[in-house]
C-alpha cells in the first residue's frame, strides 16, 4: 500500500561555527542554542499547521553537538551533520547521524521505510565517487564552457618540483605541524621580513597528501582558494603566547584554529586546560627564547587580525604593514616560485634582477652570525679591521663566507623539500618539558648547521689562516 507522507527540514549551527566565518560579524548576530530553536522548529512542523510526520535535521556542528541535539529532541528524527570533513555514521538516543564526507568524494544513499504506524526502518550506503560512474554529458559540456574561461592553460602551469610529498590532509594540518604548513608560512616569513609567521591551518583546504614532484597551478589554487591578505602586526611575547594558545586549545579536534608556524617553535601539554597548555619557557622566537614583554613582528591574515577562529588577542594591535601594502598570499606563493626560478636559471629572460627573498629576514641575520662565529672560531681570533692590505684580505675571506653561508641557505630552499622539523612539540607523557625543550634546542641547531655552514666556507677560513 502507498503511503503518502510529509517531510520537515531545518537547519541548525553551533554557536562556534560563527567565529570562523569571515564575512560575518559574531556580535551582530543573535545566536539561539541549537537545542532550544530544534525543539521549537520541529514543534512547528509536526504540529497541526504543516503536519509532517518526519523532521530531518542538516546541521553544520562537530559530533559531539549534533549527538547534544539528538538526545535532547525528540522531535527531530534523522540529522544529516557536516562540518567534521569525514565520513562516518553513528546512532545518539536511537538516531542516526550522518556524515558524508567533503568535497563530493562520497555521499549517502538513504532509504526511508514508512508504515501505516509503525517506526521508520532507515537503511544508509555509503557511496564513494570514483571513475567507474559516467559523467553526465549535459553538465559535462556545461563545465568546459567555464573551465575554458577560468583556466585558459593557466591551471597546468608547473610552479615548481617538490622532492617530497606534502601533508595537507585535514587528520595532519589541524592537529600536529606538517611539511605543507611549514612551506607555506615560510614564505610568509620571508615575503614581509616578520619575526614570526602565523596561520589558522583552516586556510590549507587540499585535505591530501600531494605527490611529490610537478607542482601546478591547479595544486595551488586547491590549497589556497581563498583570497587571503597578510598583514603585519606588531605584537608583544604575551600576545604571541595567547594566540598559540588559542591554536591549541580544541586539540585534538580536527579545528582550522589549530596553528602553522614558522619562524616561532613550542610546545603545548593537551593534558592541561585550554588557555594554559604553553608553558612561555618552551617558545622561542627564532633560536631565541620568547620574551614576554618584547615586540615582534608577526605576519599573518588579516582573518585573524579580526579575531576570527578565536584569535581576538590580535584584534587592535598596531599595524606595521596593511593588506594593500602586503602581498596576498596566494601571490606571495607564485612569487616565491618564481624566485627559485630565477635563483637556479630555470627560467631566462626576466624583466628584474629584483625577486622576493627566499629567505626570512631574521634567518638571514642567524646565519651571518653563525658563519662568522664559524670563521672566527676557526681563525681562533677575530678579524681586526685596521685598513692595512692583509686586514683587507681578512675582510674579503670574512664577507666570503658570510655570502657563501645565504646562498647556501637560498639553494637549500630552492629545493623545495620542506620537512618537519619539531616547530610545534606534543607533550604527551610526563616529564616530557625538558625533552621538548632539548628537543627544540637540538633541531633548531641541526637545521642552522645543516644549511647554513657550507664546506666552501670553511675553506675559506682555512685559506686565510694559511695566509
Known amino acids: 500500500m502507498e503511503i503518502m507522507t510529509s517531510f520537515g527540514i531545518i537547519g541548525l549551527v553551533e554557536e562556534e561555527w560563527l567565529a570562523t566565518l569571515a564575512t560575518i560579524d559574531a556580535e551582530q548576530v543573535e545566536f ?20 509532517c510526520r518526519y523532521v530531518i535535521a542538516l546541521t553544520h556542528m562537530r559530533f559531539p553537538n549534533d549527538c547534544r541535539l539528538a538526545e535532547n529532541v525528540d522531535e527531530i528524527d534523522l540529522i544529516l551533520g557536516g562540518h567534521d570533513h569525514v565520513y562516518e555514521i553513528k546512532k545518539c538516543a536511537g538516531k542516526y547521524i550522518v556524515k558524508s564526507g567533503t568535497d563530493f568524494r562520497q555521499f549517502s544513499k538513504i532509504i526511508l ?51 617530497v610529498d606534502l601533508d595537507g590532509r585535514f587528520s595532519s594540518i589541524r592537529t600536529s605541524e606538517t611539511n605543507l604548513g611549514n612551506f607555506i608560512t615560510d614564505v610568509m616569513l620571508a615575503a614581509t621580513h616578520s619575526d614570526l609567521a602565523l596561520l589558522n591551518s583552516g586556510t590549507l583546504r ?20 581563498m583570497m587571503d591578505s597578510l598583514i603585519v602586526l606588531e605584537v608583544t611575547g604575551k600576545q604571541i603566547v595567547g594566540a598559540l594558545e588559542n591554536g591549541v586549545s580544541l586539540y585534538p579536534r580536527l579545528e582550522g584554529r589549530f596553528p602553522q608556524v614558522s619562524g616561532v617553535s613550542f610546545a603545548f601539554d593537551p593534558r592541561k586546560p585550554a588557555g594554559k597548555r604553553i608553558n612561555p619557557d618552551h617558545v622561542k622566537i627564532g633560536d631565541e627564547k620568547l620574551d614576554l614583554n618584547q615586540r615582534y613582528r608577526l605576519v599573518t591574515k ?149 644549511d ?14 694559511k695566509c
Open 113 to 163: 521505510t514508512f508504515t501505516v504506524e509503525g517506526p521508520v526502518d532507515v537503511t544508509i550506503e555509503e557511496v564513494n565517487i570514483t571513475s567507474k560512474y559516467d559523467e553526465d554529458e549535459d553538465l559535462l559540456q556545461e563545465l568546459k564552457k567555464y573551465d575554458a574561461v577560468v583556466q585558459a592553460g593557466k591551471m597546468d602551469e608547473v610552479l615548481g618540483q617538490f622532492s
Open 206 to 225: 587540499s585535505d591530501r597528501v600531494h605527490p611529490k614532484g610537478s607542482f601546478t597551478m591547479r595544486d595551488l589554487v586547491t590549497v589556497l582558494p
Open 302 to 450: 588579516m582573518y585573524l587580525y579580526q579575531g576570527k577562529d578565536g584569535y581576538d588577542i590580535l584584534k587592535n594591535s598596531l599595524i606595521l604593514m596593511a593588506e594593500d601594502e602586503s602581498p596576498e598570499l596566494c601571490t606571495a606563493v607564485q612569487n616565491h616560485f618564481q624566485a627559485i626560478k630565477m635563483l637556479t636559471g630555470a627560467q631566462e629572460h626576466w624583466h628584474t634582477h629584483h625577486r622576493q627573498s627566499l629567505v626570512a629576514l631574521s634567518r638571514r641575520h642567524s646565519v651571518v652570525r653563525m658563519a662568522e662565529e664559524a670563521h672566527h672560531g676557526h681563525n681562533r681570533q677575530p678579524v681586526l679591521i685596521k685598513g692595512g692590505s692583509q686586514d683587507a684580505s681578512a675582510r674579503r675571506a670574512q664577507f666570503g663566507t658570510r655570502q657563501s653561508s645565504l646562498d647556501n641557505v637560498e639553494h637549500e630552499q630552492a629545493k623545495l623539500s620542506p620537512r618537519v622539523e619539531g616547530r610545534i612539540v606534543v607533550l604527551a607523557r610526563e616529564g616530557e618539558a625538558w625533552s621538548a625543550e632539548k628537543q627544540m634546542d637540538k633541531l633548531s641547531l641541526t637545521a642552522h648547521i645543516d
Open 452 to 465: 647554513v655552514i657550507p664546506e666552501e666556507a670553511l675553506q675559506i677560513s682555512s685559506f686565510n689562516e
Open 32 to 51: 539561539r542554542d541549537f537545542v532550544t530553536e530544534g525543539r521549537r522548529l520541529a514543534r512547528l512542523l509536526k504540529g497541526p499547521n504543516h503536519g
